[in-house]
């Protein structure tokens, strides 16, 4: 026997065992805490006014520790951005207040851009849900901009969007707490279309859900069949809509019917109840133009209203007060307050403006009649328009208006190159040396015009102007053609364009340009989100 062999042997399973628990390494050396073989500790993520600050190395810890995670993708030149920060700092503030599972989030898009393409962020600010961790599938926000309504946006992805009533005692409650209530009456829970209305409520936040299978609250409200029933606290009360038995729940059909009853029979126009108006898929709206600081103003209000039922979902029926701060309002449909009172009514989709026969007194039977003949077609829609300016023609660039636009534009002797445009684009007035300057250089070209258009106080049969600036070139000879030009707005490209006839060189490929501002609705509202 080898000395020492024995003493080898036994230690030998020692020696197995202290490997296998990690103490040793192969080369019998202890690791120590440093060993570069330990993970590191995670990096803790900073916090802001109770909202992580998340960077492309702690998004993913913050996806693992938070069962619901709003992430808000910023710039921090984006003024939609820093007019949201103040609303979602409160939003965290009642989040953490309720001890709702969910935690906001946000994220510096240019000093991140890793994650910014990650989850195609184009504009500020972007907002995304992530639900129990799910990198890949984030839902879009599409909720308000205010705290208590991210809160109840949130609170809906959660938890229930409808909460679950078992008696009349509960559904009463539920009616007499708000104003918009919605109650779905379903003989089966596990029904499609159950699902269908859940889907609905969790989207529809200006009202609150509940819903139930209880025969004895079916025989309550007097249901014989499912039905989704609107309770609210004006006008008729009540609006039911019957689940076809045969096609059951259409979203789109419920969804169109909630907003057209949870809407006023007549609405007062202010900056509240305009998004709601814009929102409401209705395509007519009948606006009632008038003093209410007059008493004989608001004495035509009852004939209006009176009229207002028969044409539900059909014209929406609008006030709107001239003494108030409406005159984007006004000047949409060429009016002065003098006017009032007075009535207008405009298709939203075409834009056409229609008008009563002057003298016409506000009454339900005149507002009646008025309505039947513009949806019958019989009114002619009014085109807006400002008067000529006597000096229209002495500069360069020549003022074109509504009265002068057809005989300037389409004069088969001339090429008359035309901007479109707001007096509050910021897109306008940046071009706005370019297109002097353009005019400037071809001032002495007898057969070349160049023109601009206030779009927004001017409008035309020839076409509708959507976005500013809009620039279209109309060239000589007849047809009445018109080209669009998309390219650069720099002098030396707008003059190529003009040079060649109306198009660019073949060796001159089109600059991508900045969207144009889009024409604002009558309410004027601005956008929400600023593009990269």
């Given amino acids: 026997m080898v000395p020492g062999s024995t ?24 690791q120590g805490p440093e060993s570069p073989s330990e993970e590191p500790p995670e990096e803790e993520i900073p916090k802001e006014d109770g909202i992580l600050v998340l960077s492309h190395h702690t998004l993913g810890l913050a996806l693992r520790e938070h069962r619901g995670l709003l992430v808000e993708f910023y710039a921090p030149w ?80 959660v938890g229930p969007s409808a909460r679950q009533l078992e008696d009349e005692e509960g559904a009463q409650a539920l009616i007499d707490a708000r104003d918009l209530v919605v109650i779905g009456f379903f003989q089966d829970l596990q029904d499609e279309d159950v699902a269908t209305f859940l889907a609905l409520a969790r989207d529809a936040l200006d009202m609150t859900f509940g819903l139930t299978d209880r025969p004895q609250l079916f025989q309550h409200f007097g249901l014989t069949k499912d039905t989704v ?56 709206h009948l606006l009632l133009f008038l003093n209410q600081s007059l008493a004989a103003h608001r004495e035509l209000l009852p004939g209006f209203g009176e009229a207002a039922p028969r044409f ?64 019958n077609g019989q009114v002619k829609p009014y085109v807006l328009s400002q008067e000529v300016p006597p000096d ?37 007035k940046e071009m706005a040396p370019a297109w002097e300057a353009l005019a400037e250089k071809y001032k002495d070209h007898e057969d070349i015009i160049i023109a601009e258009l206030d779009a927004t106080a001017n409008e035309l049969d020839a076409f509708t102007v959507h976005g500013f600036p809009t620039l279209k070139y109309f060239p000589a000879g007849p047809g009445r053609k018109v080209i669009e030009y998309k390219s650069s707005r720099d002098l030396e490209t707008l003059s190529k364009f003009l040079d060649n006839g109306g198009e660019l060189p073949m060796e001159e490929p089109p600059e991508e340009l900045a969207a144009p501002s889009p024409a604002p609705p009558t309410n004027s509202t601005v956008g929400s989100k600023e593009e990269l």
């Fill in 7 to 30: 003493m080898s042997h036994q230690l030998l399973p020692v020696l197995l065992l202290l490997l296998l628990l990690g103490t040793l390494s192969p080369w019998g050396q202890e």
């Fill in 78 to 157: 984006c003024g939609h951005c820093k007019a949201l920060a103040p609303e979602y700092s409160k939003a965290a503030a009642l989040l953490a207040a309720e001890s709702m599972a969910v935690t906001l989030a946000k994220v510096d898009g240019p000093a991140q851009p890793e994650l910014a393409k990650e989850f195609g962020v184009t504009e500020y600010p972007t907002l995304k849900f992530f639900h129990h961790g799910n990198r890949t599938h984030p839902e879009e926000y599409t909720g308000p901009r205010e705290a208590e309504g991210i809160v109840e946006w949130l609170r809906r992805r």
């Fill in 229 to 284: 029933v609107l309770f609210k606290k004006f006008d008729e009360g009540r609006a039911d809509f019957p689940v076809d038995e045969e096609l059951g729940l259409d979203l789109g059909d419920l969804s169109r019917f909630l907003v057209t009853h949870s809407m006023h029979l007549v609405t007062e126009f202010n900056s509240q109840t305009s998004p709601k108006i814009f929102a409401a898929r209705i395509l007519n």
């Fill in 312 to 375: 539900r979902g059909q014209v929406l029926f609008v006030v709107v007060d001239v003494e108030a701060e409406n005159e984007h309002v006004l000047q949409y449909f060429g009016l002065k307050a003098e006017a009032a009172p007075t009535l207008r009514l405009v298709n939203v989709e075409t834009t056409k403006k229609y008008a009563p026969a002057d003298g016409d007194p506000v009454t339900a039977a005149s507002v009646t009649a008025f309505c039947h003949a513009v949806l």
């Fill in 392 to 428: 229209w023609d002495q500069q360069p660039v020549k003022t074109l208006v509504g009265k002068n636009f057809e005989q300037v534009a389409f004069d088969e002797t001339k090429n008359v190159f035309v901007k479109f445009y707001a007096p509050w684009c910021t897109h306008c």
